[in-house]
């Protein structure tokens, strides 16, 4: 919901109009019900939580919307995203017992993290086209952009507007190249990313997970934020991944901030598919000679030692990175250049592994 203006509304605004939105089921407004929390504004855009009961969560979908509503209808304000969150749980330990209240997706065969230890590594691009180079083996691919920190697939798959729902309360996936696409950046501005902040986070996600409606996919890649905090413990304790890819550049750095990855991963028992190493080497966009700026291969050697298959190298090239700002992935626009079949290997290799790991048992996923 976005109105184009920008002013200054306050928290005490936002929580007054609220307090006339009533819970029908209790008879008593959400302000005063304790429900709001989390009240984030920046430039007229408001973001807040509504703590609600997991086992209401559908009946209180209708009090969310009347809440983005009310808040919409003040003067001043841009746009207002309102998510359900549960109180937060107690930290469990890692291991099944922390899969209570998994969320799952029927439709969809493997979901796939994609990660990395910092940012800036190129996750995001790699995410696009390799889910592009996945779908041209023939898979139904989708991508759920779960960086909400800095979504960024709206515009590296060329895709502007909003998804649209499909009976008030499923939306229904954005698509670019024939792949599936949701992001929390249809929502809000690419320009002015929203402040997240503690169980807005897990709101967020889950509703992005379970009101979309998926469809049948093969793969579902997950662009995951960078690093190890809070979206990648949610993502990969209540939802069950088939495994995680980790991008990352050759050098040591990276590499090392990898490996934090790669032990996350392994601490909740999330197989990792494989390093893509990504920047690998420079290819000339004139000539097409390739010269290794950094020390290349250290995420071979890696991978390697950690014992994690090696999915394969992109190479640094101009043509990676216009056609990524400019919304026209190389694997679906540039489909026979070398770079292009870079990633089309690394699919390969990533469906490779998606087989030989076909037999292993599924992540253990228990209900509450
Ligand atoms: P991350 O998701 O890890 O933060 P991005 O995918 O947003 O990283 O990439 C960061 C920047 O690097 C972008 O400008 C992108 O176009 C560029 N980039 C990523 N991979 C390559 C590549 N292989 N060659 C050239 N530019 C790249």
């Known amino acids: 919901m976005r109105k184009v203006l920008v002013s200054t509304i306050t928290e005490a605004e936002v929580r007054s109009a609220l307090a006339g939105v009533k819970d029908p089921a209790r008879n008593q407004d959400v302000v005063s019900l304790g429900m709001v929390q989390e009240i984030a504004i920046r430039d007229g855009n408001v973001a807040f939580a509504l ?8 009946a209180l979908e209708i009090v969310r919307r009347a809440c ?3 808040v919409l209808s003040l003067p001043g304000v841009a746009s207002v995203s309102a998510v359900l969150t549960a109180e937060r749980p107690p930290q469990a330990p890692p291991g099944p017992a922390a899969n209570a209240r998994a969320i799952s997706l029927p439709g969809v065969q493997s979901i796939i993290a994609v990660a990395s230890g910092k940012g800036g590594v190129g996750k995001s691009t790699v995410t696009s086209n390799l889910a592009l180079a996945l779908s041209r083996q023939g898979l139904r691919v989708g991508i759920l952009d779960a960086d909400i920190y800095g979504p960024s697939q709206p515009r ?8 649209q729902s499909i009976d008030g309360k499923r939306i229904r996936p954005m698509a670019g190249y024939g792949i599936k696409v949701m992001s929390i950046g249809f929502m809000v501005d690419e320009e002015r990313p929203m402040i997240w902040r503690g169980p807005m986070v897990q709101g967020a996600l889950e509703q992005l997970l379970r009101d979309v409606e998926w469809g049948e996919l093969d793969v579902l890649l997950v662009d995951m934020p960078p690093g190890t905090g809070d979206v990648q413990l949610t993502m990969s304790q209540r939802v069950p991944l088939r495994g995680a890819v980790i991008v990352s550049t050759p050098q040591d750095i990276a590499l090392i901030d990898a490996r934090k990855g ?4 392994r601490r909740v028992d999330v197989p990792v598919l494989g390093f893509i190493e990504n920047m690998s080497w420079f290819a000339c966009p004139k000539c097409g000679e390739r010269t290794e700026i950094f020390a ?6 890696a991978a390697a030692a950690m014992q994690v298959p090696f999915l394969g190298g992109i190479p640094l090239h101009l043509s990676i990175r216009e056609t990524s700002d ?5 694997v679906a626009t540039l489909p026979e250049s070398a770079e292009a079949q870079a990633f089309v290997a690394v699919a390969a290799r990533l469906g490779a592994e998606l ?5 292993a048992p599924m992540p253990e996923i228990s209900f509450e």
């Open 51 to 58: 703590e609600a009961d997991p086992a209401r969560a559908k």
């Open 68 to 70: 983005e509503q009310v």
């Open 156 to 163: 590296l798959m060329g895709i502007a507007g909003r998804p």
């Open 262 to 265: 790669l032990n996350m991963f």
């Open 296 to 301: 290349h291969g250290g995420a071979e050697q």
């Open 326 to 330: 400019q919304g026209l992935p190389v």
């Open 355 to 359: 087989k030989r790991t076909e037999t």
